[in-house]
């Protein structure tokens, strides 16, 4: 079975400030891969991040980079430079290879402060 | 090609009542999800298809709950005889033939409200 904890209901950053959010997970398999989808109010989830196991190297999409941390279960998402328009629900998810749906957490609610 | 879309965007039922929901994946993906997410909870997975075969059932999906995807291109979710714990928001997203590995998309969402 797999677990995602996300252990922040609710994170708050200053804009243009750096915030990290985080994520741990459980899964008996070693193939699988871990995302972070953004869900605006009112608007559809979209994916910001991922992260294939097998690389070490951590993922990096413009002012998005992942923490990963293998060994400890670790799924970590930094936003540099925040943006009003980074408010929104975050999600990390998990993939396991053979599986047909990801395994979401309960998610962390990301407030922007002007 | 706008991406998912769903349709209601919201519905309001009575207890006891049938309601059905809509899902119209990107074009060209052969794979359709459905998923509920009730208020401080990730999504949690449905039912998959994979263009018209319904692969995969979630427990969560009780015998009241029915899916299809005829033709392989839209997708219909049917809950008979409504419950107040079916008040949810139900998402419907696709991907294309690599799966949820690569990247899924997701439709805004149908809100169900059981009164």
């Known amino acids: 079975a797999q677990t995602v904890t996300q252990s922040q209901p609710e994170m708050s950053v200053q804009e243009a400030e750096t915030v990290t959010l985080s994520c741990t997970y459980d899964?008996?398999?070693?193939?699988?891969?871990l995302f972070w989808y953004k869900q605006p109010p009112s608007r559809q989830m979209i994916l910001v991040i991922r992260q294939e196991a097998y690389k070490q190297q951590n993922a990096t999409e413009n002012r998005f980079s992942v923490n990963f941390q293998k060994a400890a279960k670790s799924f970590s998402l930094k936003i540099s430079d925040s943006q009003l328009g980074d408010a929104a629900m975050y999600f990390c998810?998990?993939?396991?290879?053979?599986?047909?749906?990801?395994?979401f957490g309960t998610g962390t609610r990301l407030t922007v402060i002007p | 090609d706008t991406g998912v879309s769903q349709d209601p965007r919201h519905k309001i039922t009575k207890r006891g009542q049938n309601v059905t929901f809509r899902c119209d994946p990107i074009s060209e993906h052969n794979r359709l999800y459905w998923y509920r997410q009730t208020l401080g909870q990730g999504p949690e997975f449905l039912t998959y298809?994979?263009?018209?075969?319904?692969?995969?059932k979630s427990r969560l999906l009780s015998d009241r709950f029915s899916a299809e995807r005829p033709k392989g291109s839209f997708s219909t979710l049917e809950i008979q005889r409504t419950e107040q714990g079916d008040s949810a928001m139900y998402l419907c997203?696709?991907?294309?033939?690599?799966?949820?590995?690569?990247?899924?998309?997701f439709g805004q969402g149908t809100r169900l409200t059981v009164v």
């Open positions: 998810a998990l993939y396991q290879t053979g599986a047909n749906n990801l395994f």
């Open positions: 997203a696709s991907s294309d033939g690599q799966g949820m590995n690569t990247e899924a998309f």
């Open positions: 899964t008996s398999e070693s193939d699988y891969y």
């Open positions: 298809f994979q263009n018209e075969a319904q692969l995969e």
